[in-house]
């Protein structure tokens, strides 16, 4: 589904870079129309006026045009780049039960050891298939606190430890090829 709304915004871009070339090859010809009959005499000097303008007018196109092959080359690794975005998202609430899961067979006596370690190895494998596509946990305990990364959702006081430190994760925050998609809830020192 997100690669189709991919595709489709690479045609959309696609189809405006058509439209925008139509535009300036109509501008450049009436430009050399109008300048083609203002220079009927051909005396040496307009020529050499004129050539010097149709080069200038070349370069500054041929600029532009690279300007803009770049732009749209930004773009479209941008729409690869971030393509995945909701379905990662729709996967970290996963990600979230897995970690609690594996956090409160750790704590209870009489779970199964075979469970959980099956437990482990489902979010193992789940946390490899989130990394190798470019998702990273966002390390917050013990760091000093970020609005880019964290969302404090708790105040504390603590001796133990500096003000502004997170103390304590509630939830775990992630991050996209360096773009925070969700960020950290924390508690944090006052």
């Known amino acids: 589904m997100e690669n189709k709304e991919a595709n489709e915004n690479l045609e959309d871009i696609e189809k405006e870079e058509e439209r925008e070339d139509k535009n300036e090859e109509s501008e450049i010809a009436e430009d050399v129309e109008n300048e083609s009959e203002e220079i009927e005499d051909g005396s ?9 303008e149709m ?30 975005e909701k379905l990662i998202c729709d996967l970290l609430p996963v990600m979230d039960n897995f970690e609690r899961a594996v956090l ?26 989130l990394n190798s596509n470019g998702i990273k946990k966002i390390d917050a305990e013990g760091k000093p606190f970020d609005p880019n990364y964290h969302h404090a959702v708790m105040m504390e006081e603590s001796e133990e430890f500096e003000t502004e430190t997170v103390i304590e994760v509630f ?18 020192v006052k």
């Open 171 to 188: 939830q775990t925050g992630y991050s996209l090829n360096d773009k925070v998609i969700r960020p950290s809830m924390v508690k944090v």
């Open 55 to 84: 080069n200038e007018r070349f370069l500054r196109v041929s600029s532009d045009f690279k300007n803009y092959k770049k732009r749209v080359e930004k773009e479209k690794n941008d729409i690869y780049s971030y393509a995945n």
């Open 104 to 129: 409160s067979a750790e704590s209870e006596n009489g779970t199964s050891e075979k469970m959980l370690k099956g437990i482990e190895m489902v979010y193992k494998q789940l946390n490899d298939v």
């Open 44 to 52: 040496y000097e307009a020529l050499q006026k004129q050539f010097n």
